[in-house]
């Protein structure tokens, strides 16, 4: 028998698990789907199949649910499926949460003990013709594109045994894929990361281990045309506090934020450190760099976070740590080792993304989801969009009303479009006591008129992570897809 959550803020309102998988064909429309869009929408995120063992929970623990909308022939149709990790499986035949919290060892059951925590939740790809499931405690997990069935972990021939980041770069200039290992060689052993750059074809070109000075959540990375970054921020996984009774993950205050520098066809022996104050960063809209060589990055930064307590235990608020869009100046040249900073934007933004085409290049335009009336933006829902022009500083905002939850805003070039945000925009909606949820469709250009249409999605999706779309005249669909 199941037995039913605990009272948690991401366990409930638009958090709650839905726990079901549908086919849900021909969805109805409202309002005019562009005909010039085509390919493919999706989406991971949590979705817990059975409570955690602890009687506490973190958004960052369920199981991983990948949601794919087919976007063809003026019609949409939309599948949704648990990735089947061991785990999931090992669990599903309990009937019972078997893992700790974060594959904690020490609450783990005794029958699981040494085996992979792999929740697959929150980033879903396409590279290289195959749709990859990924977190970044683990290795990739290999999806079928249509039917989304999962066909087991991808290693790479068994080069990335290991784990992969939750967000890889795809440089569309090169067609690759450049991918980072965490933590390498587990939480107990020397705090390392390895370096990937995978080709077009999906063969390993380089695996190159750096070391870095402690266990941190790496959650993701900066990549240009001729550099990569790694951006160590304050928060660790130290097994040994645990064990003394503190957090098993923490941001360690007063630590600064390190950035290991690397030319991108570097090696380990080329790293140069810079430093900052310290700084809670999680996401990336786009990292290119300028006429005078320095690496530009506009990033989601907070002074620090509440996602994870302070090493002592104590957990600030999110009002006390919203995120804002800022810029990071690197310049690889300078006598210094410190970083430029300047916030671009001032509005409490969740995952800021560029036209992903352009990245590793300059870009203007970031799109993000963004918080204007919630109390709490990561619990109670991102209730609002934004499209930002970094040049001029305006600003294209739609709101969804008090209450609702937006998912990322990504950007969706129209069939045969090459230049920066010349297409759609689409997040994923439930607008506050609606039964369904939306896939709502913009002009790129004009977020501020209200969406182009909405997808009717006759459940509530859950809040989720990263989503991802695939023009349908795309190299990556078609690679995945065969020619639309
Ligand atoms: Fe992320």
């Given at each position: 028998m199941?037995?039913?959550?605990?009272?948690h803020?991401?366990?409930?309102g638009?958090?709650?698990?839905?726990r079901?998988?549908?086919?849900?064909?021909?969805?109805?429309?409202?309002?005019?789907?562009?005909?010039?869009?085509a390919?493919?929408?999706?989406?991971?995120?949590?979705?817990?199949?059975?409570?955690?063992?602890?009687?506490?929970?973190?958004w960052?623990?369920g199981?991983?649910?990948?949601?794919?909308?087919q976007i063809?022939?003026?019609?949409v149709?939309m599948?949704?499926?648990?990735?089947?990790?061991?785990k999931?499986?090992?669990e599903?035949?309990?009937?019972?949460r078997?893992?700790?919290?974060?594959?904690?060892?020490?609450?783990?059951d005794?029958s699981?003990?040494?085996?992979?925590?792999?929740?697959?939740?929150t980033?879903?790809?396409?590279?290289?013709?195959?749709?990859?499931?990924?977190?970044?405690?683990a290795?990739?997990?290999?999806?079928?594109?249509?039917?989304?069935?999962?066909?087991?972990?991808?290693?790479?021939?068994g080069?990335?045994?290991?784990t992969?980041s939750?967000?890889p770069k795809?440089?569309?200039?090169?067609g690759?894929?450049?991918?980072?290992?965490?933590?390498?060689?587990?939480?107990?052993?020397?705090?390392?990361?390895?370096?990937?750059?995978?080709?077009?074809d999906?063969?390993?070109?380089?695996?190159?281990?750096?070391k870095?000075?402690?266990?941190?959540?790496?959650?993701?990375?900066?990549?240009?045309?001729?550099?990569?970054?790694?951006?160590?921020?304050?928060?660790?996984?130290?097994l040994?506090?645990?064990?003394?009774?503190?957090?098993?993950?923490?941001w360690v205050?007063?630590?600064?934020?390190k950035?290991a520098?690397?030319p991108?066809?570097?090696?380990?022996e080329?790293?140069r450190?810079f430093?900052?104050?310290p700084?809670?960063?999680?996401?990336e809209?786009?990292?290119?760099?300028?006429e005078?060589?320095?690496?530009?990055?506009?990033?989601?930064?907070?002074?620090?976070?509440?996602?994870?307590?302070?090493q002592?235990?104590?957990?600030?608020?999110?009002?006390?740590?919203?995120?804002?869009?800022?810029?990071?100046i690197?310049?690889?040249k300078?006598n210094?080792?410190?970083i430029k900073e300047?916030v671009?934007n001032?509005?409490d933004?969740?995952?800021p993304?560029?036209?992903?085409?352009?990245?590793?290049r300059?870009?203007?335009?970031?799109?993000?989801?963004?918080?204007?009336k919630s109390?709490?933006g990561r619990a109670?829902?991102?209730?609002?969009v934004?499209?930002?022009?970094?040049?001029?500083?305006?600003e294209?905002i739609y709101?969804?009303?008090?209450?609702?939850?937006?998912?990322?805003?990504?950007?969706?070039?129209?069939?045969?479009g090459?230049?920066e945000?010349?297409?759609?925009?689409?997040?994923?909606?439930?607008r506050?006591?609606?039964?369904?949820?939306e896939?709502?469709?913009?002009d790129?250009?004009?977020?501020?008129?209200g969406?182009?249409c909405?997808?009717?999605?006759?459940f509530?999706?859950?809040?989720?992570?990263?989503?991802?779309?695939?023009?349908?005249?795309?190299?990556?669909?078609?690679?995945?897809?065969?020619a639309?």
């Amino acid at each position: 028998m199941a037995v039913a959550f605990f009272d948690h803020p991401f366990l409930k309102g638009h958090h709650a698990p839905q726990r079901f998988e549908a086919d849900a064909p021909d969805l109805i429309i409202h309002g005019e789907l562009p005909q010039d869009l085509a390919g493919v929408f999706v989406r991971n995120g949590p979705e817990p199949l059975h409570p955690p063992r602890e009687g506490d929970y973190h958004w960052f623990d369920g199981d991983g649910m990948v949601y794919a909308f087919q976007i063809e022939d003026g019609r949409v149709s939309m599948r949704n499926r648990w990735v089947r990790t061991e785990k999931f499986e090992l669990e599903k035949a309990a009937g019972k949460r078997l893992f700790g919290v974060f594959g904690n060892p020490m609450t783990a059951d005794p029958s699981v003990q040494g085996k992979r925590y792999n929740t697959a939740n929150t980033n879903v790809i396409i590279h290289a013709g195959k749709l990859l499931a990924l977190m970044e405690g683990a290795p990739a997990v290999e999806l079928d594109p249509r039917s989304l069935d999962t066909l087991g972990e991808h290693d790479y021939g068994g080069t990335i045994t290991t784990t992969f980041s939750a967000h890889p770069k795809v440089d569309h200039f090169t067609g690759e894929l450049i991918n980072i290992g965490a933590s390498i060689n587990g939480p107990m052993g020397e705090p390392e990361i390895r370096y990937d750059v995978i080709g077009p074809d999906g063969s390993v070109r380089k695996a190159e281990r750096i070391k870095v000075p402690h266990h941190a959540l790496i959650h993701t990375f900066f990549v240009t045309q001729n550099w990569v970054v790694f951006p160590i921020i304050p928060i660790d996984s130290d097994l040994s506090r645990y064990m003394s009774g503190g957090p098993m993950t923490a941001w360690v205050d007063g630590r600064p934020t390190k950035l290991a520098i690397m030319p991108r066809n570097g090696t380990a022996e080329d790293v140069r450190w810079f430093e900052y104050d310290p700084r809670h960063m999680f996401h990336e809209c786009n990292v290119w760099e300028d006429e005078q060589g320095r690496i530009v990055a506009d990033v989601a930064a907070a002074n620090g976070t509440a996602l994870f307590p302070n090493q002592d235990g104590v957990r600030r608020t999110h009002a006390e740590t919203l995120q804002s869009l800022r810029r990071w100046i690197i310049d690889p040249k300078a006598n210094t080792a410190w970083i430029k900073e300047e916030v671009l934007n001032e509005r409490d933004i969740q995952f800021p993304r560029p036209d992903d085409r352009l990245m590793t290049r300059a870009s203007r335009q970031a799109f993000g989801n963004i918080n204007l009336k919630s109390r709490d933006g990561r619990a109670d829902g991102m209730d609002a969009v934004l499209r930002f022009d970094t040049v001029t500083g305006a600003e294209d905002i739609y709101h969804f009303g008090e209450g609702a939850s937006a998912g990322e805003l990504i950007f969706a070039p129209k069939l045969g479009g090459t230049e920066e945000a010349d297409g759609y925009a689409m997040t994923l909606v439930h607008r506050a006591n609606e039964p369904g949820s939306e896939l709502a469709i913009f002009d790129a250009k004009n977020i501020a008129a209200g969406p182009l249409c909405t997808v009717e999605i006759p459940f509530r999706v859950p809040s989720g992570f990263h989503c991802n779309f695939y023009a349908a005249d795309s190299a990556l669909y078609r690679g995945a897809y065969g020619a639309a």
